[in-house]
C-alpha cells in the first residue's frame, strides 16, 4: 500500500467522522481532493439529505480539478437519491484518478459507481484503510449485509453492578455522562426497551437534541401488558411507538401505535424475527436502553452488535435496586480488559466495544 494514498485516505476518514451523528442513516464520507501532490480541496458530508462528500468538496476547490485525484472513503453513488449521482459530478468535474476505500453495499451502487468511472476513463483504485472505512461506518454496512439493524446495547451501572436506586437520587451516573447518551441517541433511528422499564418508569423517551427527526420507540411486550395511559401513547403524533408482542393482536386503533406480532424463542419474544421486522421498516441502528431482562435477552440471543457501558465510582449497597445479570457482569469484566474504547466523565467511565 502507497503510504501517501494512505495519508490522504486517512485525512479524508478523519473528515467523515465529522459527519457521525448527523447522517445517520446515510454513512459518513469523506473526501480529498490532491493535485501536483497538493491537496486543493476537502470536503464531507455534513447532514441527511445534504450533498455528499464528493459535491462538497468539488465546491470547496480553490483550482480547477481537471487531471486530479480524489480519495474517497466510500464508492461514490451513481443513483439519484435525495441528491443527484456523484459519479456525474466526478466525471463532468475531468477527475482523473479516483481512489475509495470501501465498495457501497447498497444494492443501488454496489460496485456499479466504480463501472461507471472506469468506463468514463478514470482509473479506479479500491481498497486502501478499508478495515477503517468498514469500521467507521459499520451499522450500514452491517445493514445493508443483513438486512437487519445494529443493536447497540447500553447501560449504566454503580460501581457495585447496581441498574437502579431506591433512594431519591433518581441516577446512578452524573450529568456528563448523561449528556454523552444524548450524542448517542442523535445516531440511532430507534429506541428499545422492555414493558417492565414502561411499568416502572413510564418513560418518554423522545429527547432527541438539535434534530427534527423521528425516533421510533419500541416496546418489547409479549402479553401486551402496557396501559393506555403511558407517556409514550400521549406523544405518537410527533414521535411514533412500535410494540412487539407475542399474543394475537388486539384493537389498539391509536394513531402512531403499531403492534407486531412475532412469534417466540425459549417462551420469550424471538429477537431476531423482531430485528427483521425493523429492517424491513428501514430502521439502520437501534439503542437498546433496558431493563436488565431485556438486555439479558439480546446478549442470550447473541444479537448485539456494540456495547456502551457506563459504570459509577459511588458503591450504592442497600440503596441499590435491580443487579446487572451473570451475562451482563461477564461482559462487564471481559471488557474491562479488553475494550474498543474508553473514556472518563467525571468519576464515571465509559467502556465501548463491538461484538464479533
Ligand atoms: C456518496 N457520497 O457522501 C454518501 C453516499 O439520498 P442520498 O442522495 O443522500 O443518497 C444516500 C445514499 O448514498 C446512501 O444510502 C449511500 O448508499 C450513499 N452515500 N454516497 O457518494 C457520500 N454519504
Ligand atoms: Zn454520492
Not at 476537502?42 to 439529505?49: A, D, I, L, T
Not at 470547496?60 to 464508492?75: A, C, D, F
Not at 417466540?264 to 437501534?286: P, S, T, V
Amino acid at each position: 500500500m502507497n503510504a501517501v494514498d494512505e495519508k490522504y485516505m486517512r485525512l479524508a476518514l478523519a473528515l467523515a467522522k465529522k459527519g457521525i451523528g448527523k447522517v445517520e442513516p446515510n454513512p459518513a464520507v469523506g473526501c480529498v481532493i490532491v493535485k501536483d501532490g497538493k491537496i486543493i480541496a476537502k470536503g464531507f458530508h455534513k447532514e441527511f439529505g445534504d450533498p455528499h462528500a464528493e459535491i462538497n468538496a468539488l465546491k470547496n476547490s480553490k483550482q480547477s480539478p481537471v487531471g486530479s485525484t480524489m480519495y474517497i472513503t466510500l464508492e461514490p453513488c451513481c443513483h439519484f437519491g435525495k441528491t443527484p449521482p456523484c459519479t456525474n459530478a466526478i466525471i463532468k468535474a475531468g477527475i482523473k484518478k479516483v481512489i475509495a476505500a470501501a465498495k457501497d453495499p447498497t444494492e443501488k451502487v454496489s460496485g456499479k459507481g466504480f463501472k461507471i468511472l472506469k468506463k468514463a476513463g478514470i482509473e479506479v483504485i479500491t481498497g486502501i484503510c478499508k478495515n477503517e472505512a468498514e469500521i467507521l461506518n459499520a451499522p450500514f454496512f452491517h445493514f445493508a449485509r443483513t438486512k437487519r439493524p445494529w443493536v447497540i446495547i447500553k447501560w449504566a451501572q454503580s460501581a457495585d453492578g447496581f441498574l437502579a436506586r431506591t433512594d431519591k437520587k433518581r441516577w446512578i451516573t452524573n450529568p456528563k455522562s448523561r449528556k454523552d447518551v444524548h450524542k448517542l441517541r442523535k445516531k440511532i433511528q430507534a429506541i428499545l426497551i422492555g414493558i417492565n422499564t414502561v411499568l416502572a418508569d413510564d418513560p418518554m423517551l423522545t429527547a432527541r437534541p438539535d434534530t427534527n427527526r423521528q425516533l421510533l420507540r419500541i416496546v418489547l411486550d409479549s402479553q401486551l401488558k402496557i396501559p393506555a395511559d403511558c407517556k409514550l401513547f400521549k406523544t405518537t403524533k410527533k414521535t411514533p411507538v412500535c410494540i412487539f408482542t407475542t399474543t394475537a393482536k388486539p384493537k389498539i386503533t391509536q394513531k402512531g401505535v403499531e403492534i407486531v406480532k412475532v412469534g417466540k424463542y425459549k417462551g420469550r419474544i424471538n429477537l431476531k424475527a423482531a430485528l427483521a421486522e425493523l429492517g424491513k421498516r428501514n430502521i439502520q441502528q437501534i439503542l437498546v436502553e433496558g431493563g436488565e431482562k431485556v438486555i439479558t435477552s439480546f446478549l442470550k440471543q447473541k444479537l448485539a452488535d456494540e456495547v456502551i457501558i457506563y459504570t459509577s465510582a459511588e458503591k450504592l449497597a442497600k440503596k441499590g435496586k435491580i443487579k446487572s445479570s451473570q451475562i451482563m457482569r461477564n461482559l462487564y469484566n471481559r471488557l474491562k480488559k479488553n475494550y474498543k474504547d474508553k473514556k472518563r466523565f467525571g468519576k464515571d467511565i465509559r467502556l465501548t466495544a463491538f461484538f464479533k
